[in-house]
């Protein structure tokens, strides 16, 4: 079994699948790659099912030793990717392309520019052990592996049967860099607070916090003001999903991300469909956010 080398793991790096759901009822958030469709593709790009462990990086800065013979694909923030091999020669990688090493070489990620969270795909996997069926690192129940250090060495999974897919190049946009738009739908405690409240969610630009994790994503702006006779009341702790816009007793809205925790006391106004929580994970401190009801399916 080959073995990937950590030189450096930048920021945070984690090593994620699509997590452990159905496990709520013992605590437990399914956890997962933030950025699902970042990862799904990576992992096709290089031939593994959609299922396989990968690693996500936070703000780039990861740099890696992988061995001649490794298929790899880079997906989700933007930024200069480079294979440094022993020579010397600096070879730039494209995003959203399957790369084959030839030689003893180091992947080097610069800097993000734009988004927040980069994946890196191996052709067959990061195979570290599974824990409670997963291999993603919870970072609130401290649950998986341990984020990357530098000197760790990852096995590399058998190839799978699936051979790379011949398209060597999948166009997509970059993370916006301006305003993000995220589908909601009513939440189960919309009537806690008053109308305005939600004219104000659905019609005000908000900024994203440095405040935010994978927990949740803190959105800064006007106050939600909960309806007078309910000003100060405790709600009991209730089920809490990825999505949920909970909105703690200053007025301020949080949406919680896949390591959210699955009960909580605060009062969800709204929900954002599954079709945006993609995008959750690439918001960048600082940057606008604006919320609006969504109609028919996502």
């Known amino acids: 079994m080959s073995?990937?080398?950590?030189?450096?793991?930048?920021a945070l790096t984690l090593v994620h699948d699509l997590g452990r759901p159905g496990l709520a009822r013992w605590g437990l958030s399914a956890s997962g790659a933030f950025d699902r469709a970042a990862h799904r593709l990576a992992n096709r790009l290089v031939g593994n099912p959609?299922?396989?462990?990968?690693?996500?990086?936070?703000?780039?800065?990861?740099?890696?030793?992988?061995?001649?013979?490794?298929?790899?694909?880079?997906?989700?923030?933007?930024?200069?990717t480079a294979l440094l091999g022993a020579d010397g020669r600096r070879l730039r990688v494209e995003p959203h392309t399957a790369v084959l090493v030839e030689a003893d070489a180091e992947l080097q990620l610069g800097?993000?520019?734009?988004?927040?969270?980069?994946?890196?795909?191996?052709?067959g996997g990061i195979e570290v052990d599974p824990v409670l069926g997963s291999r993603s690192r919870d970072t609130l129940a401290a649950l998986g592996p341990e984020p990357l250090r530098a000197g760790d060495e990852l096995p590399i999974g058998p190839a799978p049967a699936t051979p790379v897919p011949a398209a060597d190049l999948v166009p997509i946009d970059a993370p916006a860099d301006g305003v993000v738009e995220l589908g909601v739908r009513p939440g189960p405690r919309l009537d806690w607070f008053t109308d305005d409240a939600w004219r104000v969610l659905l019609s005000?630009?908000?900024?994203?916090?440095?405040?935010?994790?994978?927990?949740?994503?803190r959105l800064e702006g006007a106050a939600l003001e909960r309806r007078a006779h309910l000003a100060g009341v405790e709600l009991a702790s209730e089920?809490?999903?990825?999505?949920?816009?909970?909105?703690s007793p200053d007025g301020a809205p949080t949406v919680l991300g896949p390591d959210h925790p699955v009960t909580g006391g605060y009062p969800v106004i709204a929900v954002v469909v599954d079709g945006s929580?993609?995008?959750?994970?690439?918001?960048?401190?600082?940057?606008?956010?604006r919320v609006r009801l969504a109609t028919g399916r996502y």
């Open 50 to 80: 959609d299922t396989a462990a990968a690693l996500e990086c936070l703000l780039g800065g990861l740099r890696l030793g992988l061995p001649a013979g490794t298929w790899f694909a880079v997906t989700g923030a933007r930024g200069e």
């Open 277 to 289: 929580l993609d995008l959750l994970a690439q918001l960048r401190p600082g940057q606008r956010v």
């Open 111 to 123: 800097p993000v520019t734009h988004g927040l969270r980069t994946t890196v795909a191996l052709r």
């Open 204 to 217: 005000s630009e908000w900024v994203t916090s440095a405040r935010s994790d994978r927990t949740g994503v």
């Open 239 to 247: 089920g809490m999903l990825w999505g949920s816009i909970q909105v």
């Open 3 to 10: 073995v990937v080398r950590v030189i450096e793991p930048g």
